[in-house]
């Protein structure tokens, strides 16, 4: 199918993308296009002007600040968090959930900027941002704000984005030093999106036990949603004495699981807990499969 007729804008400026965004209801960003234009050739989405924001430079920067945090541009595609040492070296959990999204060739144009604010329950770019506590900056014609990762998204294609707002920069606070990761999807095939995912980190102390525990579930509700509560279990235990059952279970009794063409509320929970044993089992350095 084709999309219907559309003009095509390409500021060179955050201001002047602002003032184009003034100029009616039918103007609608696209980033790297990746579900805004299957949108439109589906007729879901019939924007009358469209409003790049590739031109402006700013929006592609990835930097680490002298604060030790990452700062990331809207406009900064999928394989590029892939590709920059940086990230791997100080914020692992970005490249392990983040390989997950689609394959290669989506990964190339959609960006982080697109992901978050298309606001898919199964995108894997909410759950590291909730996991890292990351912060989310838009900018509108009144200003710019702030919203922390768990106020931006509301609900399944739905965001705190006011009409006319940006969101132009993500922000991961500094690396977290002796956290150790572990993140576990179950899709129908690669590449597709989650049935159900879970993202673990688990803090180790000098004296070898779990001091702290971070845990996202996403794919099963409306949004991603952090749940460190399952976890309190494992905290002051040896990573290798941890039950990750339990904090499975625990999991996935908090959950409130949707039901979709994709998978049923009932599977979800089964899926939730499967995906919350192994991502915990990674994170704890446990052999695939081992559990107490
Ligand atoms: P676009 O499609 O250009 O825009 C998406 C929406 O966000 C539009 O409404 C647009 O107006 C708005 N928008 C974009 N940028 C901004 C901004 N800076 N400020 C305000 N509004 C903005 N994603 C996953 O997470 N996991 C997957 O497994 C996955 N599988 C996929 C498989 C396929 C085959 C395809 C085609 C896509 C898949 N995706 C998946 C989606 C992909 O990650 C997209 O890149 C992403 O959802 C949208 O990013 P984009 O840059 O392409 O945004």
Known sequence: MKPSAFAYRRPASLQEALSLLEQGDDVKIIAGGQSLVPAMNLRMATPGVLVDLAGIESLSALNVEDDGSLSAGAMVAHNRFLRDAQ?????????LAVKHVAHEQVRNRGTIG?????????????????????????????????????????????????????????????????????????????????????LAGLAIDDSGLISAARLVVF??????????????????????EIDPDLAGLAAAAEVDPRSDLHASAALRFHLVHSCVVRALVEAAGKPAGVRN
């Open 87 to 95: 990230v791997g070296a100080g914020w692992p959990a970005i490249p």
């Open 114 to 198: 697109g992901s978050l604010c298309h606001a898919d329950p199964a995108a894997e770019w909410a759950a590291v941002c909730l996991l890292l506590d990351a912060e989310m900056k838009l900018a509108g014609r009144l200003g710019a704000r702030v919203l922390p990762a768990g106020e931006f998204i509301k609900g399944v294609y739905e965001t705190a984005l006011e009409p006319g707002e940006v969101l132009c920069q993500v922000r991961f606070p500094a690396p977290l030093r002796g956290w150790r990761w572990g993140f576990h999807e179950i899709a129908r095939r690669r590449g597709d999106f989650a049935m159900a995912g879970a």
């Open 219 to 240: 794919a099963a509700e409306d949004r991603a949603r952090r749940l460190d509560a399952a976890l309190v279990g494992v905290v002051g235990c040896k990573p290798d």
